[in-house]
Nanobody
Framework: QVQLVESGGGLVQPGDSLRLSCAAS??????TAWFRQAPGKEREFVAA????????YYTNSVEGRFTIWRDNAKGTVYLQMNSLEPEDTAAYYC?????????????????WGQGTQVTVFS
């Protein structure tokens, strides 16, 4: 079992930046991803990173604005979010271990955090 704890969410204005963190309870050697879910919408893939950190994947809407990376010595995966837009408003969740399935499909993931809220208001 891996417990994941997200932090770093908040209330910001368009154009602002936030950095989310996902801390693991033990060494995290899995592919790890960020998903988000806005009220009334399906949970959607945002970004993922390989266990070594040498491969990153992003959904089109955040490409060039968000960056995912990891510090395995600290057991933490980060999501730097720049140029935030109202459409980025959602609860953001960290997930680890897609169990050999697609990194972009939420139902593949074995471990989830509780989420952190990001609100971008204009």
């Amino acid at each position: 079992q891996v417990q994941l704890v997200e932090s770093g969410g908040g209330l910001v204005q368009p154009g602002d930046s936030l950095r989310l963190s996902c801390a693991a309870s033990r060494p995290n050697t899995y592919i790890t991803a960020w998903f988000r879910q806005a009220p009334g919408k399906e949970r959607e893939f945002v970004a993922a990173i390989s266990w070594s950190g040498d491969a990153e994947y992003y959904t089109n809407s955040v490409e060039g604005r968000f960056t995912i990376w990891r510090d395995n010595a600290k057991g933490t995966v980060y999501l730097q979010m720049n140029s935030l837009e109202p459409e980025d408003t959602a609860a953001y969740y960290c997930a680890a271990d897609p169990r050999g399935g697609s990194y972009s499909q939420s139902n593949n993931y074995a471990f989830w955090g509780q989420g952190t809220q990001v609100t971008v208001f204009s």
